[in-house]
C-alpha cells in the first residue's frame, strides 16, 4: 500500500527574524508538512534556521535538506541534533548527503576528497550518529542518493530515501547538475528497492522537483532550464519527473502518474515555487 502524499519546501534565502518566521507560517497555511533548508555555504544555517522555523508554526516538521556531512564532525553534529530536536519538540527530520560542490569545501579550507572518501565519511557519520543518539527517540533519517555504494547505505539506514533525479556533471567543482532521463530514474530506483528487499518496514521516497509552472505555455516556462541543459527538447523537458509545466490540472495529474511509475510520495519543491505549489497540494487534497 502506498505511502500518503506528503510535501516539503526548501527555504533558501536568510530574511530577518520577523520576515523568516512569516516565511514558514505561509508555508504552513499552504498545506506544507515539512519545511525544510539546504546546507550551502552562501544560504541558511541549518540548525537555528530551523529552531526559528518552529517558533513561528506548530503543525509542519523541520528538516535538513540535506545536510554537507563534510562539512561536520560527527559528535558535534550530534550535538546539534539533540539540541535542534528538542527545541523545535520533536520535529526534527535529519537529512545526510556527501556533499557534491567542491568550491564550497575550497571556501571553507575543508578537504573534499574523492567520491569513496566522501562516502566512507557518510557512513562513519551514520554509524556516530547512531551510536550517540542511541538513548534518545529516534529522529527520522533522510539520506539523498544516487550511486550504488549511497543506496545501499539508504536501504540500511534511512527512512526516508531522497532522489534528486539528478547527477553532478563531470569535473564540475560548482556543482553542475544534469538530470537523469525518465529511465535511468527507473533504473535508480530499482536499484533502490533491490537493496531494500529485506527491510522490515518499507522508507518513504522523496523527489527534488525542480521546476513547479502553472502556465497554459510550459516551453516559455521551461526557457530558463533548456538554457542551462541545452541538450533537452521541450517534450524531453517536460517527461522529466523534476519538472511540473501545464495547467493545474496537468500538473496534478502529472504528480500521481509519477507516484504510480516510481513510487515517490514525498515531494519537495525549492522556495521560488512555494506559491505555484501550494495550489498543487491543494487541488490533491481537495480530491
Known amino acids: 500500500m502506498s505511502l ?3 510535501f516539503g ?3 533558501l534565502g536568510s530574511a530577518p527574524a520577523g520576515e523568516w518566521r512569516d516565511k514558514c507560517r505561509r508555508a504552513e497555511e499552504l498545506g506544507y508538512d515539512v519545511i525544510l533548508v539546504p546546507d550551502h555555504l552562501g544560504m541558511v544555517a541549518p540548525f537555528p534556521a ?5 517558533e513561528g508554526t506548530e503543525r509542519p516538521r523541520l528538516g535538513t535538506f540535506v545536510l554537507n ?9 550530534a550535538r546539534e541534533v539533540a539540541t535542534t530536536d528538542a527545541l523545535t519538540g520533536g520535529r526534527l527530520e535529519l537529512g545526510l548527503g556527501t556533499g557534491y560542490v567542491q568550491a564550497e569545501h575550497d571556501t571553507a579550507g575543508l578537504p573534499y576528497g574523492s567520491p ?39 536501504a540500511e539506514h534511512a527512512d526516508i530515501a531522497a532522489f534528486t ?8 567543482t560548482t556543482g553542475t547538475l544534469e538530470p537523469l532521463t525518465p529511465e535511468e530514474l527507473d533504473e535508480r530506483v530499482a536499484a533502490y528497492h533491490r537493496l531494500a528487499a529485506g527491510r522490515p518496514e518499507p522508507a518513504e521516497l522523496n523527489l527534488l522537483v525542480q521546476v513547479v509552472a502553472i502556465t497554459d505555455d510550459p516551453a516559455a516556462a521551461l526557457r530558463p532550464l533548456l538554457t542551462r ?9 517536460l517527461e522529466l519527473p523534476l519538472v511540473l509545466a501545464g495547467s493545474l490540472k496537468q500538473i496534478t495529474e502529472r ?8 513510487g515517490f510520495t514525498y515531494f519537495t519543491v525549492l522556495e521560488p515555487y512555494l506559491e505555484p505549489f501550494g495550489q498543487v497540494i491543494e487541488a490533491l487534497r481537495a480530491e
Open 4 to 6: 500518503p502524499f506528503r
Open 9 to 11: 519546501v526548501s527555504l
Open 50 to 54: 530551523l529552531v526559528a522555523a518552529a
Open 69 to 77: 556531512a563534510g562539512f561536520w564532525n560527527p559528535a558535534l553534529l
Open 116 to 154: 569513496r572518501e566522501r562516502v566512507d565519511h557518510l557512513v562513519r557519520t551514520v554509524e556516530e550518529l547512531s551510536r550517540l543518539l542511541a538513548d534518545r527517540p529516534r529522529v527520522p533519517l533522510l539520506i539523498g542518493a544516487n550511486g550504488d555504494r549511497m543506496l545501499r547505505l539508504t
Open 165 to 172: 533525479g539528478a547527477r553532478l556533471v563531470p569535473g564540475s
Open 229 to 237: 541543459q541545452p541538450q533537452l527538447t521541450v517534450d524531453q523537458a
Open 255 to 262: 504528480v500521481r502518474a509519477v507516484r504510480e511509475r516510481y
